[in-house]
């Protein structure tokens, strides 16, 4: 099937929304952990979490600063400074999936979706304790993708907290999405070593 621009266009809302989101197959799924001026933590799924940088270390992902849909996690990042990566796991899909809700911000999803928030070295907000890969980042930058009214949220890690083990057995119970609820397991296919062209 082939659709062009036009036709992607004249598409009914949500058939184009699931298309889209859909295109670029599996995406790596993450919980994003903030905490309000009111000390009122938050959790959000997010499915655009993207590496930009070893050195310095820099993750960015993908977010919509809408004035008529409210945007906790956004909201607590740019007041705070702080926030935290963390990953999604075979056995915390139905939980993980529930933070999507539309919560309140005086209710934290950790009670609502049941995890655990946890605390590491002071910092500010909160991390998922069930998680194997937590990560405490520090805010740089808004980048603001005028097109479509998103912006690109840039952070530097401060933090790594890792089960060892679970990144060197090939992240076995991990979880990808396609479009917003379509989950899949993730497993190991081979190693490869870096490719040189030989002169």
Do not use: W
């Amino acid at each position: 099937m082939k659709l062009t621009s036009v036709q992607i266009s004249k598409m009914q809302r949500v058939e184009r929304l699931k298309l889209i989101n859909s295109v670029c197959g599996i995406r790596g799924v993450h919980l994003i952990g903030t905490r309000s001026n009111d000390n009122v933590s938050n959790l959000a799924i997010f499915s655009s979490v993207t590496h930009l940088g070893s050195n310095p270390s820099l993750l960015g992902f993908i977010c919509r600063p809408s004035k008529e849909v409210k945007r906790d996690t956004l909201t607590n990042i740019l007041s705070n400074k702080f926030y935290t990566i963390n990953s999604v796991h075979q056995n915390m899909i139905d939980r993980a999936h529930r933070t999507s809700g539309k919560f309140d911000a005086e209710i934290s999803e950790f009670s609502q979706c049941k995890f655990n928030e946890v605390y590491i070295d002071n910092f500010y907000a909160p991390f998922v304790e069930e998680s194997k890969i937590k990560l405490g980042l520090n805010f740089l930058e808004s980048i603001p993708i005028t097109h479509n009214n998103t912006c690109l949220v840039v952070g530097e890690i401060k933090i790594i907290d890792y089960d060892k083990n679970y990144m060197d057995e090939g992240f076995e119970d991990g979880v990808g999405v396609v479009g917003l609820n379509s989950y899949f397991g993730t497993n190991k296919i081979k190693d490869l070593d870096y490719y040189r062209v030989k002169k």
